[in-house]
T-cell receptor, first 112, second 115 residues
């Protein structure tokens, strides 16, 4: 089966660092995406990992361990606008498709 | 702006009716994906088209169907609508292969309300 597990909610303070964890089980694996989604809006692409290790992109970094089925998204220097849902989405890579399997998402609230 | 367009933005209709949602992918993208997002569930994959051909189906109801036209735009048809079909419907596009390494870019979504 396919399963993605993320914390439902997190709260952090402006200027701080927060780590959002994701564990996954999929029938195949072709990489893992992180998306940001503000309420009622479209998901926007943040990062993609296919190899083990850390990918850094400005204030956002993403880590992957394929053997552990584990990823995290690290947000530094938090800003109020970072209040949003963060979606972990592995691509099972099964068959001839790049379909994504999304977790429920982690709602992050950034407080002043 | 992702470059993916969806119409209409909002749709209100009654149970039993049929609606069509439209999606235009980013210029040059060959793949179109449809996802459903309801309040109590995350984004659920519905269907994937690549260059006019169906590539994968997810948990798409038999009342729902989709197609991708020669100009690469796609339509999602929802029929015999039920209250539970009320949701945000997103379209995403990607290129070039339509496989798992391609980043998907999402349109703004169509909010469907069934009364």
């Amino acid at each position: 089966g396919q399963n993605i597990d993320q914390p439902t909610e997190m709260t952090a303070t402006e200027g701080a660092i927060v780590q959002i964890n994701c564990t996954y089980q999929t029938s195949g694996f072709n990489g893992l995406f992180w998306y940001q989604q503000h309420a009622g809006e479209a998901p926007t692409f943040l990062s993609y990992n296919v190899l083990d290790g850390l990918e850094e992109k400005g204030r956002f970094s993403s880590f992957l361990s394929r053997s552990k089925g584990y990823s995290y998204l690290l947000l530094k220097e938090l800003q109020m606008k970072d209040s949003a849902s963060y979606l972990c989405a592995p691509s099972p890579g099964s068959g001839n498709t790049g379909k994504l399997i999304f977790g429920q998402g982690t709602t992050l609230q950034v407080k002043p | 702006d992702s470059g993916v367009t969806q119409t209409p933005k909002h749709l209100i209709t009654a149970t039993g009716q049929r609606v069509t949602l439209r999606c235009s992918p980013r210029s040059g993208d060959l793949s179109v994906y449809w996802y459903q997002q309801s309040l109590d569930q995350g984004l659920q994959f519905l269907i994937h088209y690549y260059n006019g051909e169906e590539r994968a189906k997810g948990n798409i109801l038999e009342r729902f169907s989709a197609q991708q036209f020669p100009d690469l735009h796609s339509e999602l048809n929802l029929s015999s609508l039920e209250l539970g079909d009320s949701a945000l419907y997103f379209c995403a596009s990607s290129s070039p292969s339509g496989l798992g390494t391609d980043t998907q870019y999402f349109g703004p979504g169509t909010r469907l309300t069934v009364l």
